[in-house]
C-alpha cells in the first residue's frame, strides 16, 4: 500500500509561485512514477507532470512546460510541483498520484492523495 498526503496548496494572484509536496509512504516499486494531476470545477481530470524514479526524467502538460517544475527528494520520499507564473486557468484541486508504470491517464494510477486547492485570482 501507498500513502500519499499533499500539502501546499492556497490563493495566490496571478504571476505569483506556489510549491506543492506530496509525501509519500510505502511501496516503492508502485512509486516508480509520480505524477500531479489536477481537477478544475466541472472538468476533468488531466495530467500536469511526472517524474520517473528510475532515470529522473520528467514530463509536462504542454499547457505547464516552462512553468511548472516537478522533483523528487527520495530521501525524504517526497515530491514537489513548483508552480511560477500562475494563471487563473491553472486554479484547481491538484492531487499527488502514483504507479509502477508511465502513463498520463488518470486510471493509470492507483494510489491518490487527497487533493489540495490552487486558486488563482486577483
Known amino acids: 500500500q501507498v500513502q500519499l498526503v499533499e500539502s501546499g496548496g492556497g490563493l495566490v494572484r496571478p504571476g505569483d509561485s506556489l510549491r506543492l509536496s506530496c509525501a509519500a509512504s510505502g511501496g516503492t516499486w508502485s512509486r516508480n512514477v509520480m505524477a500531479w494531476f489536477r481537477q478544475a470545477s466541472g472538468k476533468e481530470r488531466e495530467f500536469v507532470a511526472a517524474?520517473?524514479?528510475?532515470?529522473?526524467?520528467?514530463n509536462y502538460a504542454e499547457s505547464v512546460k516552462g512553468r511548472f517544475t516537478i522533483s523528487r527528494d527520495n530521501t525524504k520520499s517526497t515530491a514537489y510541483l513548483q508552480m511560477n507564473n500562475l494563471k487563473p486557468e491553472d486554479t484547481a484541486v491538484y492531487y499527488c498520484?502514483?504507479?509502477?508504470?508511465?502513463?498520463?491517464?488518470?486510471?493509470?494510477?492507483?494510489?491518490w492523495g487527497q487533493g489540495t486547492q490552487v486558486t488563482v485570482s486577483s
Open positions: 498520484a502514483s504507479s509502477a508504470t508511465w502513463s498520463t491517464r488518470p486510471s493509470n494510477y492507483r494510489y
Open positions: 517524474h520517473f524514479r528510475m532515470d529522473g526524467g520528467t
